[in-house]
């Protein structure tokens, strides 16, 4: 079945338990991190955690009573307009403020000390067929509304400067704010560091009574700043990648571990590199939670764990990988929108597959970070489909085409004693699979087709691509699941394991990798009715789709009637001939 992002429900229902369970003191150094010494006795003592707020959209009042009861609230909570809510909603979506009746309520909770504590909920009524659906799924996604807020105790001007510079100096940025007359308070908002780690990307500051003097500077800086450091944040991005590239390359993290704080003069010399600037790269990485930092030196977080070469599910070939000739080719991103060349093959001379077959220590990185991801297979073992074909009295054939080495079919085989498995390969991939399928244990029950496309071996029960399509144009992707479709017997299924665009623009790893395959391999993503046409024009048709790990999605296909692909195969037969092409591979 299609995914969706989290209802009303399970959103209120996760920001209760939020409440209920934090304190001030122990949230604000997550919410800034580094937070401590004067800034932190500062804000705690004059302020205190409030309430976690959320929107919500429910289809009538009675529908946001029983959402209340359903979360422990009291459903009968007054409700008052929310005007600074309203206002941002009009100013986003392009619409007039008098049409969005936003309602606050604050139903109360009680903290972890027993303290008095609200969810703030704000309500905008959305009737089934509304033409506010498209606000309400937008907002849903991105979470726009959200934040924490603290209650400023006894506000007066000079405070309420002096907390909004120590928030500042803390990396919040300034992001709107305004007065509420229905209930004479003031808030002020702010964006959450890009490092915070409490779960929330905006911070609310709330004093009782109109402070619009204040207010009035702080949306001044807010309009003055903000687009400039975001914009500013976006350009270092490319810092980003090389350093986790580099630390990874010096094998840093294989020197530290998670539990035993190391320092940067021993940690140097294990390495072989200058302290001075050992010491600046981890400051860096610290900022992303790479690495902790204290006075007796550096550790691993699970995050930077992730890149030791020995670690389950190591990530250091991906950092090497997206570091190193994705990085490079990647500066050709202009020369590809303006031409339409790809860029890989404009810096390095030769396609992508080409180029990394002529190089064996490039080609045993590039199967090593396409392993790296493979948590997203994790999944896929329990997919109906596959329990089916493993518990049938015939024990069912898994044909993975274009199987690389062997990490996707050894999963499930693996998960499934029963199974048996067929690889369709390239000739010099196959040896590379054999070894990792029998060091699984899985070989015996695995037999390999050396070939192309083409070569697609019939009669087995569930067929899979995974990472294939996005590789190819449309026409590749035709002829490719043209070969699927003519293996397959009538009752085989076929599951295709892609990162898939969203449909409403939401942010999405598939959108970065759309970037990703054009500038390097002339692929390209698409949404799941791209893929369901790709599939009628090859006599399949798409059954239903599924989330999995790592922004990826798999979709399940099936043969498609007689009659419904007779007109598929007419409107193809019209189109221009597939491009030819020889040989296949994935790219991470």
Same mark, same amino acid.
């Given at each position: ?32 991190? +580094? ?86 909920? #704000? ?25 924490? /807020?603290?209650?400023?105790?006894? /506000? ?57 003097? $204040? ?27 090389? /350093? ?32 001075? %600037? ?45 570091? +190193?000739? #994705? ?9 590809? $929108? ?66 690389? %080495? ?70 590749? @992707? ?5 070969? @699927? ?11 295709? $394991? ?10 999405? =790893?598939?959108?970065?990798?759309? =970037? ?33 790990? =790592? ?5 399940? /296909? ?31």
């Amino acid at each position: 079945m299609m995914t969706t992002m989290p209802g009303d429900a399970a959103r209120l229902r996760a920001t209760v338990d939020f409440v209920r369970e934090q304190d001030t003191t122990a949230l604000l150094p997550l919410l800034l991190p +580094g937070l401590d010494g004067p800034d932190l006795r500062t804000l705690v003592d004059r302020c205190r955690f409030a309430h976690a707020a959320l929107l919500v959209f429910p289809p009538d009042a009675q529908a946001l009573r029983t959402l209340l009861a359903e979360c422990g609230l009291a459903p009968d909570t007054p409700a008052q307009p929310s005007v600074v809510v309203r206002e941002r909603l009009a100013s986003r979506h392009g619409r007039d403020a008098k049409e969005l009746e936003v309602r606050i309520l604050r139903p109360g909770v009680t903290g972890p000390d027993g303290a008095r504590r609200t969810i703030e909920v #704000f309500a905008l009524t959305v009737p089934p067929g509304s033409e506010l659906a498209g606000i309400a799924e937008h907002e849903r996604a991105r979470q726009h509304e959200a934040h924490l /807020a603290f209650e400023v105790e006894r /506000a007066e001007p000079l405070m309420l400067r002096g907390l909004c510079a120590v928030l500042a100096r803390r990396g919040a940025v300034p992001d709107g704010g305004g007065y509420n007359p229905h209930e004479n308070g003031t808030v002020f908002y702010f964006a959450a560091p890009a490092d915070s780690k409490a779960g929330y990307r905006r911070v609310e500051l709330y004093a009782q009574g109109d402070h619009r003097d $204040v207010l009035a500077a702080h949306l001044e800086e807010h309009s003055a700043r903000q687009p400039a450091e975001a914009l500013l944040r976006l350009l270092t991005g490319a810092w980003t990648t090389q /350093a986790l590239a580099a630390f990874a390359q010096l094998r840093v993290p294989d020197a530290m571990d998670t539990d035993t704080r190391i320092g940067v003069e021993a940690l140097a010399r294990t390495v072989g590199a200058v302290a001075e %600037n050992l010491a600046r790269l981890l400051r860096y990485l610290a900022m992303l939670d790479v690495v902790t930092q204290d006075r007796d030196g550096f550790r691993l977080t699970p995050l930077g764990a992730l890149l030791r070469a020995d670690a389950p599910g190591s990530m250091r070939p991906l950092a090497l990988m997206y570091g +190193g000739p #994705f990085y490079q080719s990647f500066a050709g991103l202009g020369h590809t $929108v303006r031409t339409g060349q790809v860029a890989f093959e404009h810096l390095f001379g030769e396609n992508h597959f080409d180029h990394f077959a002529r190089d064996p220590e490039l080609a045993e990185l590039f199967d090593r970070s396409m392993a790296a991801s493979s948590r997203m297979f994790e999944p896929l073992s329990g997919h109906p489909v596959v329990t089916a074909a493993s518990e049938a009295l015939t024990p069912g054939t898994v044909v993975d085409v274009a199987g690389g %080495n062997g990490e996707l079919l050894g999963h499930l085989l693996s998960a499934h004693p029963r199974l048996r498995g067929i690889l369709l390969e390239r000739p010099h991939v196959i040896e590379a699979a054999r070894r990792s399928l029998d060091a699984l244990g899985c070989g015996e029950r695995c037999a390999y087709r050396a070939g192309d496309f083409a070569d697609v071996p019939p009669g087995g029960d569930v067929y899979v691509l995974s990472r294939v399509l996005h590789d190819w144009d449309d026409e590749r @992707c035709r002829e490719i699941l043209r070969h @699927c479709s003519r293996a397959m017997p009538d009752h085989a299924d076929l599951l295709i $394991v892609e990162r898939v665009l969203p449909v409403d623009g939401s942010p999405s =790893l598939a959108t970065s990798w759309d =970037l990703h395959m054009m500038c390097n391999v002339g692929g390209r993503e698409r949404r799941a009715n791209h893929y369901a046409r790709l599939l009628g024009d090859a006599g399949l048709t798409l059954v239903d789709h599924s989330a999995l790990p =790592l922004g990826a999605g798999v979709m399940h /296909a099936r043969k498609a009637p007689v009659a419904e692909y007779a007109g598929a195969s007419h409107r193809v037969s019209t189109a221009a001939g597939a491009e030819s092409s020889s040989m296949w591979d994935t790219t991470v």
